[in-house]
């Protein structure tokens, strides 16, 4: 088996020092303020958000190697991505491209921090800080990804017996909103998402795929989060659903959101992304 890590939520296995430090103490090698890496320019020909030039790149990867070791394999290695680099800016959505199995799961794990790497540094801003998720301590982290980096993945994990409108509503909650605006604003973003009412009291573990995914997205977007990350947002939702999250997404972007992505229906690719990232640049060097 894979040196895999857990489902988001949980901290990584083992604190080390944090790598969190003020940008004026910021080393030469720091996020730089420059024009993102690589990339392709996307359909409608922006390469970043607007104002992006001024506010410089929330997210910073460079260097990045990873390699997954099978131990039950004996040991056998398994390369999966080399020298990986790019900046993400602040209003600009960026698609991970590649084939199925080229690591772009892998590789937004990683930013997200459930991946160790092997080589390299994943720069994440945080307000007047700059964190690298590689090397920060579990509880630098988990205070990261409670303030400033947001995770949507492909299936919804929540505790049993707690409603559809109380998961959606949680992140709001923790952010401090009272209860009862946070189950408004849940509401009506299940409303939004097309979610029937009467499932609204019940548990997502009873629903179908679709509705169990709706939940998830309006869970992630619920609350404000400067970084986003989402990893097949739209892949068990019907036409009518996926135009609503294109809409969200949009809505993300304007209010300064940057979202890193893996979005295999070209249609919504094409209609939120600003450029292409191909992955397997990464791989073949790995």
């Not at 199925?100 to 720069?123: E, F, P, Q, T, W």
């Not at 959606?168 to 189950?183: F, I, T």
Request: proline letters at 7%.
């Amino acid at each position: 088996m894979a040196d895999k890590a857990p489902h988001p939520n949980p901290l990584p296995h083992g604190e080390r020092e944090s790598g969190a430090h003020s940008v004026s103490d910021a080393p030469d090698n720091a996020m730089p303020l420059t024009s993102p890496r690589g990339g392709e320019v996307g359909p409608q020909g922006r390469v970043r958000g607007e104002g992006a030039e001024t506010r410089g790149p929330i997210l910073d990867v460079a260097g990045v190697a990873k390699t997954f070791v099978l131990h039950l394999r004996e040991g056998a290695r398994l390369p999966v991505v080399s020298g990986a680099g790019f900046d993400l800016y602040p209003g600009e959505c960026v698609a991970l491209g590649g084939p199925s199995g080229a690591g772009k799961s892998s590789l937004l794990k990683m930013v997200y921090g459930n991946y160790r790497i092997d080589a390299g540094h994943i720069r994440v801003r945080d307000g007047g800080e700059v964190v690298d998720v590689a090397s920060t301590a579990p509880r630098r982290l988990m205070k990261l990804r409670a303030t400033t980096m947001g995770y949507v993945s492909q299936f919804l994990r929540v505790i049993p017996r707690v409603s559809a409108l109380d998961v959606v509503a949680e992140p709001l909650v923790g952010d401090g909103v009272s209860r009862e605006e946070a189950l408004a604003t849940a509401g009506a973003l299940l409303a939004r998402l097309n979610l029937p009412e009467r499932l609204w009291s019940l548990p997502p573990a009873t629903f179908s795929g679709g509705e169990q995914q709706r939940v998830n997205i309006a869970r992630g977007l619920i609350a404000h989060r400067p970084l986003l990350l989402m990893d097949e947002p739209t892949a068990s939702l019907d036409a009518a659903n996926r135009q609503v999250v294109i809409g969200l997404i949009e809505e993300k972007k304007q209010a300064g959101v940057a979202i890193l992505g893996i979005f295999h229906d070209a249609e919504v690719r094409e209609a939120v992304c600003d450029r292409v990232i191909d992955v397997t640049d990464f791989a073949r060097a790995a």
